[in-house]
């Protein structure tokens, strides 16, 4: 199956402090990749959909301003958490398809603690 | 209502054991499902897709009911190892985005 690396795996950050995930596809072309967050004991929420070369989708309640997603090749996509707060603390999980309607792969995942 | 709906369990069963999730969805345009399995504070894994006519690996089966909306997986012959969160996942729409239920925990014990 395809590869979809995330980094980093763990990050403690600062209060007020900004944060970069960075998911990559390893052996194939993503003009669309998925950013999800899940909380414990919760499903993964998708929280926008990267496109390459245009802006994000971001989904209701999820400020754009506030995570800035970032897709500038087929093969990079970047979540930046901005002035992190506790309540940010999660698990942050990208994904990524060969084909649209097919299989996701999906990242390791980033746990970010916000102190 | 939820468009994709899970009994979030857990189930609690012994090995042997023969153990069933259904996974509901509200979007009868939905295109294509898949069951994930994802280990506690682990990324989820694909470990089946469904299809129309029903498909089986091993000892797990997936079947797809298109009139009730529903998809199921049943799990033969419980392994200790098969105890995690069983996700269920549905392509809708134009735009084919993925979309989770909230998984069902399954607790297989000796």
């Known amino acids: 199956g395809a590869v979809v690396s995330q980094h980093p795996s763990r990050v403690i950050c600062k209060s007020g402090t900004s944060v970069k995930i960075e998911c990559r596809s390893l052996?194939?072309?993503?003009?669309?990749m998925f950013w999800y967050r899940q909380f414990p004991k919760q499903s993964l929420m998708l929280m926008a959909t990267?496109?390459?070369?245009?802006?994000?989708?971001?989904e209701q309640g999820v400020e754009k301003d506030k995570f800035l997603i970032n897709h500038a090749s087929l093969t990079l996509s970047t979540l930046t958490v901005t002035s992190a707060h506790p309540e940010d603390s999660s698990f942050y999980i990208c994904?990524?398809?060969?084909?649209?309607?097919?299989?996701?792969?999906f990242g390791q995942g980033t746990r970010l603690t916000v102190v | 209502r939820k468009e994709v709906e899970q009994d979030p369990g857990p189930f609690n069963v012994p090995e042997g054991a023969t153990v069933a999730f259904n996974c509901t969805y509200s979007?009868?345009?939905?295109?294509?499902f898949f069951w994930y399995r994802q280990d506690c504070r682990k990324e989820p894994k694909l470990l089946m897709s469904?299809?129309?006519s029903g498909n089986e690996d091993g000892r797990f089966t997936a079947q797809l009911n298109r009139a009730s909306q529903y998809i199921s997986l049943l799990i033969r012959d419980s392994k200790l190892s098969d105890s995690a969160t069983y996700l269920c996942?549905?392509?809708?729409?134009?735009?084919?985005?993925?979309?989770f239920g909230r998984g069902t925990s399954l607790i297989v014990h000796p």
């Open positions: 996942v549905v392509n809708s729409g134009g735009s084919y985005i993925p979309t």
């Open positions: 990267s496109n390459e070369g245009s802006k994000a989708t971001y």
């Open positions: 469904v299809y129309s």
């Open positions: 052996d194939f072309q993503a003009t669309t």
């Open positions: 979007n009868s345009a939905s295109q294509s």
């Open positions: 994904s990524a398809d060969l084909a649209p309607n097919t299989e996701a792969f």
